[in-house]
């Protein structure tokens, strides 16, 4: 099946700084791509919309100054981290849908994960 | 908005045991996807149902999608220790690129 790339995997950071996560689509176009953050034993809370050439949508409470999305080009999105502080320690998963396929009937191929520690 | 709920959130069977998740949206879905999330995984996706009605069968997995289209259940019939892990539904409306994601099911398959 399609692969979706993410990197870093895991990352540990000291409060305030930032910290971009890449998330790439190997053998396939994407001009949609999806950030979502998991907590321990919950869910996937889809945190934004990432749209090639344009801005991304964010969902409601998630705050667009601190999580920056870049989408430039067809197969990279990225997300970052701003001043990032110990609350934003979380599990970050990204996802992408093939542009061959039938938009929102095509599956989601996921990232590997990012593990972001902020000390 | 949105909200697919799903029941149970925790589940412990005996290894040859049946498994059952249902997941229940709080709208009319135009498709529902599932996912397996393994211990330290990522989620990978299983099958997609758009059907109303449909009925479909991964070995011993069975997905169903209700008449109405507004709920899903994934049967797992004579559960293995392969099968540990949590199960995601997620449903989508349609008209929109994003789905909602159900709370999930773990799964524990006692030896």
């Known amino acids: 099946g399609a692969v979706v790339s993410q990197h870093p995997s895991w990352v540990i950071c000291k409060s305030g700084t930032s910290v971009k996560i890449e998330c790439r689509s190997l053998?396939?176009?994407?001009?949609?791509m999806f950030w979502y953050r998991q907590f321990p034993k919950q869910s996937l809370m889809l945190m934004a919309t990432?749209?090639?050439?344009?801005?991304?949508?964010?969902e409601q409470g998630v705050e667009k100054d601190k999580f920056l999305i870049n989408h430039a080009s067809l197969t990279l999105s990225t997300l970052t981290v701003t001043s990032a502080h110990p609350e934003d320690s979380s599990f970050y998963i990204c996802s992408a849908r093939d542009d061959r396929g039938q938009g929102w009937y095509t599956e989601a191929f996921f990232g590997q994960g990012t593990r972001l520690t902020v000390v | 908005g949105q909200q697919v709920m799903q029941i149970p959130q925790y589940q412990h069977v005996q290894e040859g045991e049946d498994f059952t998740t249902y997941c229940n949206s709080s709208?009319?879905?135009?498709?529902i996807q599932w996912y397996k999330q393994r211990p330290g995984g990522h989620p990978v996706f299983l099958i997609q149902?758009?059907?109303?009605?449909e009925v479909k069968k991964q070995k011993r997995l069975t997905f169903q999608f209700g008449e109405a289209k507004k709920n899903s259940s994934l049967h797992i019939t004579a559960t293995q220790t392969t099968d540990v892990g949590t199960y995601f539904c997620?449903?989508?409306?349609?008209?929109?690129?994003?789905?909602?994601f159900g709370i999930g099911t773990k799964l524990q398959v006692i030896p």
């Open positions: 149902l758009v059907k109303s009605g």
């Open positions: 053998d396939f176009q994407a001009t949609t």
């Open positions: 990432s749209n090639e050439g344009s801005k991304a949508t964010y």
């Open positions: 709208t009319t879905l135009s498709n």
């Open positions: 997620a449903g989508n409306s349609g008209g929109y690129q994003k789905v909602t």
